[in-house]
């Protein structure tokens, strides 16, 4: 085949979880256009802003400037980087972990991957870790962004599987929006919502969330709560389904377990109460608690509606996201609101294939498959699978935890891959401290503009969108696949052959885990990787032994699971009743409303949450290049409703300092009424390079997450980013 020739290649869109397929046009090894490709079940040709503009992010004379396109080291920190070859920078890369491994443990070394890896790349980073290393110590940014949802899946559904699908938004009586701003962070399942809306004007749709989104618009019902308080409001709309016999009493004692003591728990929650909690209007709580357990408004339990939630980072960015995540699903399973069409919890995963992490148990406390890593029979199957003598038993350290741990001197090398943790995890003073006291830091990138990658002892420059071949799953189970319309640039190189080709040179020098075998790692393909993880889910909910990638070119992206001899994929879960738990019942999890970690007070009164512009991806590295989406928004600001600008004698559009405990920054103050008094918000999107210089005191300006705080859930071990309390003053 000519490379030069036009042509046009399928592939999956790289930024939100609803997974989009696109139609990628190249010529002459350049991509010159994307369109929506209307064969696929997430999007049938839709594209938003973000998608249908990816082709400006690839130009070729642009790779010089933003990309890296050479491996880089520096052997001491204070000489500059020199380029390296391939094998000079892998053989240095393994002999120092080696070194390190040898002479203070396994878990002396970390690896802080990314959502917006493909499964495959995953797979291998998961494996290189636990199975030949021997450390859980390999975490993701899905642990700012997912973690949660999957702690509240597991607490009571017994298995980290959202149970929808996106087809569900076409019959649910009544949508059920929490903590998502899906009008600018999921927009083409947004659009689905707009239609539908249209069609069927009935339809209820309620919105919990503090701020006045353009989600928020479309609601019948907004309940603008104070951040944090949702547990309150779920148990408040609880005690009302109880109170006014709205519940599933048959549902309940055929397919749940605990559910007296959460109904002991909520007794006191009357809306009364949880309206002071939440600043809401009880009258409000106890209609959405009517429309969600009846689905409509007409409703009636013997007529009861289907009623569809959708949640995001609200609810998972938070000290108590797990009891959140949990308390939601509670009201799905107190009404049966679950495994029919139009009914049931659905978390929209941020990021492309947060999914497809969690399949392969690419995390610190997940193991492949969904198995258990407390579990020994679990391990040991891993361990089978893998050919080593053993899986490390206990949780390695999750994000936050890592990067302490590397702080405070314990982990001394970090591999970071794909994710730039420098701008995007919270308390970023902690963040750089870890990264300039780690003994070696290895940053895999596609970017040169990444905040890490200063950081970066060996630069390792990796491929992208448009250049790797593989698969992610969506929010929805679904898996497509990811091609490459054109080769790499430089010296760029794909995630999973990177971390192949480090993993055998380490298995060199650590022969011991080898357990004889030649090598882990004898993947010449990223197939050859999919097909191992494939067998992996063999008998699990996930199963996809009934998929290949032949099957996935044929037919399409498919949803699992997928077993073999199934002739499709799940729709949804669990509409026999049926849960993945030890006695087959959903689990009711009780836990009481817990405030938040930072409560505002008289020194930092405004509650700061932080959240998505329609526009901008994470960190800008790939969206801050085209021009054309800085028109949504040019230029980080502080939404501030109007009476806290006038208490402090500020004029819209005044530079402001906003100071939290950690750090302060300056930024123009925007007045709206879209937030509450008391509340503010910035955009995630701003790092320091943006938002940076010194403070009258000399301390470093770090960007929007130089003001969050790290209080972590103890249960999804999520940081608390949709709250930190602070105060905002004259420049
Ligand atoms: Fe990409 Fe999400 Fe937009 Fe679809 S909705 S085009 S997946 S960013």
């Not at 406390?365 to 198995?371: D, G, M, P, V």
């Not at 029979?377 to 350290?397: I, N």
């Not at 502080?638 to 005044?654: F, K, Q, S, V």
């Amino acid at each position: 085949e000519d490379a030069s020739a036009p042509r046009v290649t399928r592939s999956t869109c790289p930024y939100c979880g609803v997974g989009c397929g696109v139609l990628i046009e190249s010529e002459g090894g350049r991509i010159t256009g994307v369109r929506g490709d209307p064969g696929h079940p997430a999007n049938f040709g839709r594209l938003c802003t973000k998608g249908s503009t990816l082709h400006l992010t690839t130009k070729p004379e642009l790779a010089p400037q933003v990309r890296l396109l050479q491996p880089e080291l520096r052997t001491r920190r204070d000489a500059p980087r020199n380029p390296v070859s391939w094998d000079t920078a892998l053989d240095h890369a393994a002999q120092r972990f080696a070194d390190l491994i040898t002479a203070h443990g396994p878990d002396s070394v970390g690896f802080y991957i990314s959502g917006q890896m493909l499964t495959e790349d995953y797979y291998v980073f998961n494996k290189l870790a636990k199975g030949l290393i021997g450390t859980n110590n390999v975490d993701t940014n899905s642990r700012v962004c997912m973690s949660s949802a999957v702690a509240g899946y597991k607490a009571t559904l017994g298995a980290d599987a959202p149970p929808c699908a996106y087809e569900d938004i076409d019959h649910a009586a009544c949508l059920f929006f929490v903590g998502s701003n899906a009008a600018w962070s999921h927009p083409i399942a947004f659009r689905r919502i707009e239609q539908a809306k249209a069609r069927r004007p009935e339809m209820r749709i309620v919105v919990v969330d503090p701020r006045r989104t353009e989600t928020a618009e479309l609601a019948d019902l907004h309940l603008q709560l104070l951040p944090g308080t949702d547990v309150a409001l779920f148990h408040a709309m609880l005690h009302v389904m109880v109170w006014e016999d709205l519940i599933d009493p048959a549902f309940i004692a055929a397919h749940t377990s605990g559910f007296a003591a959460l109904r002991d728990l909520v007794r006191d929650m009357s809306p009364a109460v949880a309206a002071n909690l939440c600043g809401l209007k009880a009258d409000d709580i106890v209609t959405a608690a009517r429309w969600f357990a009846l689905g409509a408004p007409s409703g009636s339990v013997q007529a009861r509606q289907p009623t569809l939630s959708m949640y995001c980072q609200g609810l998972n960015q938070s000290s108590s996201g797990t009891a959140k995540n949990a308390g939601l699903i509670n009201l799905h399973l107190a009404c049966g609101q679950i495994g029919k069409p139009g009914a049931g919890p659905f978390s929209l995963t941020g990021q492309p294939n947060a999914m497809g992490g969690r399949e392969v148990g690419g995390m610190a406390n997940l193991l492949s498959a969904h198995r258990d890593l407390a579990n020994p029979e679990h391990r040991a199957e891993v361990a089978a699978l893998w050919g080593v003598a053993d899986v490390p038993a206990s949780r390695g350290k999750t994000a936050i935890e890592l990067f302490q741990a590397a702080a405070d001197g314990e982990v001394k090398a970090l591999w970071i891959a794909c994710t730039n943790p420098a701008q995007s995890l919270p308390d970023q003073a902690m963040v750089r401290r870890a990264l300039e006291r780690a003994e070696f830091v290895v940053v895999q990138e596609v970017y040169a503009t990444a905040a890490t990658v200063p950081y970066g002892d060996l630069l390792l420059p990796a491929t992208t969108w448009g250049e790797k071949e593989g698969t992610v799953t969506n929010s929805e189970r679904r898996i497509s696949r990811v091609r490459a319309a054109t080769a790499a640039p430089g010296a760029a190189r794909d995630d999973w052959a990177i971390a192949t080709d480090f993993a055998r040179r380490l298995e060199a020098l650590l022969p011991a885990r080898l357990n004889g075998r030649l090598t882990l790692f004898p993947y010449a393909t990223p197939e050859a990787v999919w097909n191992e993880h494939r067998e992996s889910t063999r008998g699990r909910d996930l199963d996809i032994t009934g998929l290949s990638w032949a099957a996935l070119e044929r037919d399409g992206p498919q949803q699992w699971p997928y077993p073999q001899g199934a002739s499709g994929g799940k729709a949804r879960l669990y509409a026999d009743g049926i849960f993945p738990t030890a006695d087959g019942r959903a689990r009711f999890f009780a836990q009481p409303f817990k405030p938040v970690a930072e409560p505002c007070d008289a020194r930092y009164p405004l509650a700061l949450t932080t959240g998505r512009l329609r526009d901008q991806w994470h960190g800008m590295t790939r969206t801050g290049s085209v021009p054309r989406l800085f028109s949504h928004a040019p230029e980080p600001s502080i939404d501030l409703h109007p009476t806290e600008l006038a208490r402090r004698g500020l004029r819209d559009g005044e530079l402001v300092r906003v100071a939290s405990r950690r750090g302060d920054l300056l930024l123009p103050a925007r007045a709206t009424d879209t937030v509450r008094p008391g509340q503010a918000f910035i955009a995630m999107h701003w790092g320091a390079e943006y938002l940076a210089g010194r403070n009258a005191e000399g301390v470093a300006r770090l960007g929007v997450n130089g003001l969050t705080l790290p209080a972590l859930d103890p249960h999804s071990f999520q940081p608390e980013l949709k709250h930190s309390a602070v105060r905002v003053e004259a420049a």
